[in-house]
Every structure is written in structure tokens, then in C-alpha cells.
């Protein structure tokens, strides 16, 4: 996966299906010159369910989730959700985690306690679900023990697994037992400076290869700056809200999470994306494609498919 786009992304219509509307942008992202989408968990559709669907119904293009909260989800049924993804889009899928936000976790009646830790435990009872299908983990946050066989036949390969990990602490983890991360709101500076070198470090210390650096930022194509703007400002202001993503953005030297949304023409959006894969980014994801108008967020996937194919040829 090089250069792909997130779903739903700021849609102000999803119709009348959800899943239906998923599907058509997923084929139509594809038609596009994509490589992969992505998708987000929310409090209404379900993105492993979706992704799995979206894997089976369209050929050709690679599936995530950017990302699904670990809580308060069991590793076991989560593995579940992965391996049945990884073998309805026959071995396009790839599984992002995050730890969520105190706020997000409390609404499912569960403490935020001992985030990394937890995060720690929870992967290494889900790497060796993953790869194997059986797990037995007695830890201080976390049981995961499995009766009986948990393998889904043709989940091949074994499902890659990435971490919405930003900080220090977070980044080692990731290093030691994921694949790699999948960074949101952090800047060049910020990833090749900070979350790059953290993250490569303690994966060459744990013998591990290196990892991906799945990097997420919002960007569309327009001419309605100004307008596009404010609503960027408004859709992404909850961000600020939350300590860990404050952090990432003052290592960036900002404050306001819309400061980072790439907003203008082809030109701009096709700079962005060379300086975040220059800061070291392996795989980009543009958000918020859709907080415009749809001759935008054609506009917006047109270009970004031109220099998909572009990277892809180049690499040849």
C-alpha cells in the first residue's frame, strides 16, 4: 500500500446504506488510481465488518482500519474480525489499533488504566493469535486464553498489525511487537525528527524489520479555500481536546489540528505528500476528503491516483 484515502471521510451524506455508499467509493477510489483504503471506527458502522465486505466485494485494493480503539475490545475477538477481513479480501487486509481517548473509553463503562501496559499485553496476546490462532496470557490488565483452535483458514498472510502510536512510550511498544504506525496529525518535522527514529530504534533493539510509518493527514482539492478551511477547523477542533494529540502538534510548533489540513490546488497536495514520504512516511493516507463538494473529492482522488501511478512506475 503507497497512497491511499480514508472512508468515510467528513461525508455529509452516506445515503440511504452506509454500506452500500462504502463499497461504491471503495471501487471508485480504486478506479482512481488508489492502492488502499482506510477505515475509521465510529459509534455507528463497525470497520472490521465493513472492511471485510469491502475486501470480498472489491478486487484489487488494500483494506485497513485507521483505527479500531483496543477497548474495549477482547484481543481473541478482535483476531476474530482481523483473520475473517484478511480472508474475505484474501490477504488485502491490514489491522490498525489505537488506544482511544479516556473520553471515547468511559462511554463503554471501562476505567482508561494503565493505557500502555495494557497496549503492551494486548499485543502480545493478539500477535501470536494473529500468526497461530491460540493464545494463553495471564497478565495484570489483560486474560486471553483461547479453548479451542481460533485460526480462520485463508486469513493468509498472517494479518499485518499497525498502532495509532505517537508517544515515546507508545512508539517502543509499537517498535517491539507491531508492524508499524499509523501516525494522525503529526507534521514532517514531528515524524521524521520524533516518530520515525523512536519507532525504528525499538524495533531493530527487539530484532524485528523495519516498520511501516502509515502516516495520515488532511487534504483536498479546491478552490474554496477559505470555506474549506473553516469547516476544517470546525471538524477537526475535538483533536485539540485531547492530550496526546496536543502534544504531537506542539512538537510540531501548532496549536490548532486544521493548521496541518492540506487545502488549495493539485500543486499544493502533490508537495505535501513528496515532504511527508522525504520525512519518512512508507505509506500516506489522506483524510477529510469528502469536507468539500464531490467535484472536490474527485478532484482530490484524481490527483493523488496521478501520483500513486506515478510512485509506482518510478519504483520500476
Same mark, same amino acid.
Not at 440511504?16 to 471506527?41: F, H, K, M, Y
Given at each position: 500500500? *503507497?497512497?491511499?484515502?480514508?472512508? /468515510?471521510?467528513?461525508?455529509?451524506? %452516506?445515503? $440511504?446504506? *452506509?454500506?452500500? *455508499?462504502?463499497?461504491?467509493?471503495?471501487?471508485?477510489?480504486?478506479?482512481?488510481?488508489?492502492?488502499?483504503?482506510?477505515? /475509521?471506527?465510529?459509534?455507528?458502522?463497525?470497520? %472490521?465488518?465493513?472492511?471485510?465486505?469491502? @475486501?470480498?466485494?472489491? !478486487?484489487?485494493?488494500?483494506? @485497513?482500519?485507521?483505527?479500531?480503539?483496543?477497548?474495549?475490545?477482547? =484481543?481473541?475477538?478482535?483476531?476474530?474480525?482481523?483473520? *475473517?477481513?484478511?480472508?474475505? $479480501?484474501h490477504g488485502r487486509f491490514t489491522l490498525g489499533l489505537g488506544l482511544g481517548t479516556p473520553r471515547l473509553i468511559t462511554s463503554f463503562?471501562?476505567?482508561?488504566?494503565?493505557?500502555?501496559?495494557? %497496549?503492551?499485553?494486548?499485543?502480545?496476546?493478539?500477535? !501470536?493469535?494473529l500468526s497461530s490462532g491460540s493464545v494463553n496470557l495471564h497478565g495484570a490488565t489483560l486474560t486471553a486464553s483461547t479453548p479451542m =483452535?481460533?485460526?480462520?483458514? @485463508?486469513?493468509?498472510? =498472517?494479518?499485518?498489525?499497525?498502532?495509532?502510536?505517537?508517544? /515515546?512510550?507508545?512508539?517502543?511498544?509499537?517498535?517491539?511487537?507491531?508492524?508499524? #504506525?499509523?501516525?494522525?496529525?503529526?507534521?514532517? +518535522? &514531528? %515524524? $521524521?525528527?520524533?516518530?520515525? =527514529?523512536?519507532?525504528?530504534?525499538?524495533?531493530?533493539?527487539? @530484532?524485528?524489520?523495519?516498520?511501516?510509518?502509515?502516516?495520515?493527514?488532511?487534504?483536498?482539492? &479546491?478552490?474554496?479555500?477559505?470555506?474549506?478551511?473553516?469547516?476544517?477547523?470546525?471538524?477537526?477542533?475535538?483533536?485539540?481536546?485531547?492530550?496526546?494529540?496536543?502534544?504531537?502538534?506542539?512538537?510540531?510548533?501548532?496549536?490548532?489540528?486544521?493548521?496541518?489540513?492540506?487545502?488549495?490546488?493539485?500543486?499544493?497536495?502533490?508537495?505535501?505528500?513528496?515532504?511527508?514520504?522525504?520525512?519518512?512516511?512508507?505509506?500516506?493516507?489522506? &483524510?477529510? #476528503?469528502?469536507?468539500? &463538494?464531490?467535484?472536490?473529492?474527485?478532484?482530490?482522488?484524481?490527483?493523488?491516483?496521478?501520483?500513486?501511478?506515478? +510512485?509506482?512506475?518510478?519504483?520500476?
Amino acid at each position: 500500500m *503507497t497512497l491511499g484515502i480514508s472512508l /468515510p471521510s467528513h461525508w455529509p451524506d %452516506l445515503g $440511504s446504506n *452506509t454500506v452500500d *455508499t462504502l463499497i461504491a467509493r471503495a471501487r471508485e477510489a480504486g478506479e482512481a488510481g488508489l492502492t488502499s483504503i482506510w477505515l /475509521p471506527q465510529r459509534f455507528d458502522h463497525d470497520a %472490521l465488518s465493513i472492511a471485510a465486505v469491502i @475486501g470480498h466485494a472489491v !478486487p484489487d485494493i488494500a483494506i @485497513g482500519t485507521s483505527v479500531v480503539p483496543i477497548y474495549p475490545r477482547h =484481543p481473541i475477538v478482535v483476531s476474530s474480525q482481523a483473520q *475473517t477481513a484478511q480472508a474475505a $479480501s484474501h490477504g488485502r487486509f491490514t489491522l490498525g489499533l489505537g488506544l482511544g481517548t479516556p473520553r471515547l473509553i468511559t462511554s463503554f463503562g471501562v476505567s482508561f488504566d494503565r493505557p500502555i501496559r495494557h %497496549l503492551r499485553e494486548y499485543l502480545s496476546a493478539l500477535r !501470536p493469535l494473529l500468526s497461530s490462532g491460540s493464545v494463553n496470557l495471564h497478565g495484570a490488565t489483560l486474560t486471553a486464553s483461547t479453548p479451542m =483452535p481460533a485460526a480462520v483458514p @485463508g486469513a493468509q498472510p =498472517p494479518v499485518p498489525l499497525l498502532v495509532a502510536a505517537m508517544g /515515546p512510550q507508545a512508539l517502543k511498544v509499537t517498535g517491539e511487537l507491531a508492524d508499524g #504506525t499509523l501516525p494522525y496529525l503529526a507534521g514532517p +518535522r &514531528t %515524524l $521524521s525528527e520524533f516518530i520515525v =527514529p523512536t519507532i525504528t530504534e525499538a524495533a531493530r533493539a527487539a @530484532g524485528r524489520p523495519a516498520p511501516r510509518i502509515v502516516v495520515a493527514f488532511a487534504g483536498i482539492v &479546491t478552490a474554496a479555500v477559505d470555506k474549506v478551511r473553516a469547516s476544517a477547523e470546525k471538524q477537526l477542533a475535538s483533536y485539540a481536546t485531547v492530550p496526546s494529540y496536543r502534544a504531537v502538534l506542539a512538537r510540531e510548533g501548532l496549536k490548532h489540528p486544521a493548521e496541518l489540513a492540506v487545502i488549495g490546488d493539485e500543486e499544493m497536495l502533490a508537495a505535501a505528500v513528496a515532504l511527508y514520504f522525504d520525512a519518512g512516511a512508507t505509506e500516506i493516507v489522506v &483524510t477529510s #476528503t469528502g469536507l468539500s &463538494t464531490a467535484e472536490d473529492r474527485r478532484r482530490t482522488w484524481k490527483v493523488l491516483g496521478e501520483i500513486n501511478r506515478g +510512485r509506482t512506475r518510478s519504483a520500476r
